[in-house]
């Protein structure tokens, strides 16, 4: 059945035209027709994601980013590959760090085994100090190679870009950062070859700041004396550091061993 428009009256649902006041009927029926088609439903809108989930999946992703720029500089140390800004501040502060901790264990380890005490706030603080100076000499060297570069090549490097390569570069110092921690850990006889390895790293490092402070392409005036500028600014910081760092670690030892000449 179907019904009038007009006059409201029932009539058979293949009537065209109205019996009672012959109103057309179809075009009724197709303008029905055509509001149900074109009528949209609403879509359904999916819940955005967490922002908790968001941010931990972002670090999930630069972590694994980092790793992976980690594993090839091990590979090709100096190859060409793309890093954020924070790989090699991170990678060489973590180093830094981590070398500190391996001589907080056996400072700690020996202190104890020989005056019966861990060292107390005497440790804290030198190793405070020495991981300051030591970031601070790191920063040293990274300025002489700016410096050498801009004399070699008369152009300006990145700073971010010039910590990314020297730490790419000395990359597998990682590797030997963590093992000569754990050498650390274990103690006794171990202690000789974490040191050694502490050496190791540094020469590394050292390496690494000269071969990038020449290595590149059209050179301005001869790498020779870009190097030389290099080293002596690196040097004149690193004594800088000892001076101000030397005292204040020399006034702490000999605390130390005014304490142990007590027991």
Same mark, same amino acid.
């Given at each position: 059945?179907?019904?009038?428009?007009?006059?409201?009256?029932? %009539?058979?649902?293949?009537?065209?035209?109205?019996?009672?006041?012959?109103?057309?009927?179809?075009?009724?029926?197709?303008?029905?027709?055509?509001?149900?088609?074109?009528?949209?439903?609403?879509?359904?809108?999916?819940?955005?994601?967490?922002?908790? %989930?968001?941010?931990?999946?972002?670090?999930?992703?630069? %972590?694994?980013?980092?790793?992976?720029?980690?594993?090839?500089?091990?590979?090709?140390?100096?190859?060409?590959?793309?890093?954020?800004?924070?790989?090699?501040?991170?990678?060489?502060?973590?180093?830094?760090?981590?070398?500190?901790?391996?001589?907080?264990?056996?400072?700690?380890?020996?202190?104890?085994?020989?005056?019966?005490?861990?060292?107390?706030?005497?440790?804290?603080?030198?190793?405070?100090?020495?991981?300051?100076?030591?970031?601070?000499?790191?920063?040293?060297?990274?300025?002489?190679? %700016?410096?050498?570069?801009?004399?070699?090549?008369?152009?300006?490097?990145?700073?971010?870009?010039?910590?990314?390569?020297?730490?790419?570069?000395?990359?597998?110092?990682?590797?030997?950062?963590?093992?000569?921690?754990?050498?650390?850990?274990?103690?006794?006889?171990?202690?000789?070859?974490?040191?050694?390895?502490?050496?190791?790293?540094?020469?590394?490092?050292?390496?690494?700041?000269?071969?990038?402070?020449?290595?590149?392409?059209?050179?301005?005036?001869?790498?020779?004396?870009?190097?030389?500028?290099?080293?002596?600014?690196?040097?004149?910081?690193?004594?800088?550091?000892?001076?101000?760092?030397?005292?204040?670690?020399?006034?702490?030892?000999?605390?130390?061993?005014?304490?142990?000449?007590?027991?």
């Amino acid at each position: 059945m179907k019904k009038c428009p007009n006059c409201g009256a029932s %009539m058979d649902a293949d009537v065209n035209f109205c019996t009672n006041c012959g109103t057309k009927l179809i075009e009724e029926n197709i303008n029905t027709s055509v509001e149900k088609a074109t009528r949209v439903e609403p879509v359904s809108q999916t819940p955005a994601q967490p922002q908790r %989930m968001r941010s931990t999946s972002d670090r999930s992703v630069k %972590m694994q980013n980092y790793w992976q720029w980690l594993v090839a500089s091990w590979k090709r140390p100096t190859g060409e590959q793309s890093a954020e800004k924070w790989y090699g501040i991170a990678t060489i502060l973590g180093e830094i760090l981590l070398f500190v901790l391996g001589i907080s264990v056996a400072l700690n380890g020996s202190i104890s085994g020989i005056f019966g005490s861990t060292g107390g706030s005497f440790t804290t603080q030198v190793l405070f100090e020495l991981f300051l100076f030591l970031a601070l000499a790191g920063l040293g060297k990274i300025v002489g190679v %700016m410096f050498g570069r801009k004399f070699i090549f008369q152009t300006k490097t990145d700073i971010y870009t010039l910590i990314n390569k020297i730490a790419q570069i000395s990359g597998i110092n990682a590797i030997i950062i963590v093992v000569a921690f754990v050498c650390c850990i274990l103690g006794g006889n171990n202690y000789g070859f974490a040191v050694l390895l502490a050496i190791i790293a540094l020469f590394i490092f050292d390496f690494a700041c000269i071969l990038f402070t020449v290595k590149g392409q059209n050179e301005k005036r001869d790498s020779f004396y870009g190097l030389l500028i290099s080293v002596g600014i690196s040097l004149l910081i690193v004594l800088i550091l000892i001076g101000i760092f030397g005292n204040a670690l020399k006034d702490q030892i000999q605390s130390l061993i005014s304490s142990a000449l007590r027991f």
